[in-house]
T-cell receptor, first 112, second 110 residues
């Protein structure tokens, strides 16, 4: 079936750098795309979402970009901090559904 | 407001046994979804309940079942456990688009 995937399994950055986590999706009939952060021993935590009719959405230190032409989603984290170290998942909500289809995840490691 | 709680947090079972996991959603949330997380398959959707009715179901065998009670609390059951059922089982509740996850139940099947 269609799935959401990630390009990089592990991303290592220095504290203060900007991080970019990428995601490719194949289901063009999705209403929402969402980024989740999962820290060790915890469940995924919602970061930011974007509707399919938007190209960009900004939150606090995070920006999500959606390129529907190439079916690509990215999460940009500004001034990355050690506390940002976690696994990041992109997910989509197919049109007409309320459930999440997750990508495989990218581990972000932030060095002080 | 209290978050999503799951019990138990850790569970060890042997092959062939059955297990029941419990999830208490955030107060006021009527939708509860269950996910299985494994290193190999990642996060996979099991099923979703809304107002005591199963609204969506993932691609899992019939050994996996669930239910939701009138207070929105949900349980999932796995019968005839297999080694491959070892995973972190996550419950999420929602009122709208955003799903709030619990800490999960770590199931180990020996």
């Amino acid at each position: 079936g269609e799935s959401v995937g990630l390009h990089l399994p592990t991303l290592s950055v220095q504290e203060g750098d900007n991080s970019i986590i990428n995601c490719a999706y194949s289901n063009s009939a999705s209403d929402y795309f969402i980024w989740y952060k999962q820290e060790s021993g915890k469940g995924p935590q919602f970061i930011i979402d974007i509707r399919s009719n938007m190209d960009k959405r900004q939150g606090q230190r995070v920006t999500v970009l959606l390129n529907k032409t190439v079916k690509h989603l990215s999460l940009q984290i500004a001034a990355t901090q050690p506390g940002d170290s976690a696994v990041y998942f992109c997910a989509e909500i197919p049109s007409g559904y309320s459930t999440l289809t997750f990508g495989k995840g990218t581990m972000l490691l932030v060095s002080p | 407001k209290a978050g999503v709680t799951q019990t138990p947090r850790y569970l060890i079972k042997t092959r062939g046994q059955q297990v029941t996991l419990s999830c208490s959603p955030i107060s006021g949330h009527r939708s509860v979804s269950w996910y299985q997380q494994t290193p190999g398959q990642g996060l996979q959707f099991l099923f979703e309940y809304f107002s005591e009715t199963q609204r969506n179901k993932g691609n899992f065998p019939g050994r996996f079942s669930g239910r939701q009670f009138s207070n929105s609390r949900s349980e999932m059951n796995v019968s005839t456990l297999e080694l491959g059922d070892s995973a972190l089982y996550l419950c999420a509740s929602s009122f709208g688009i955003e799903q709030f996850f619990g800490p999960g139940t770590r199931l180990t099947v020996l």
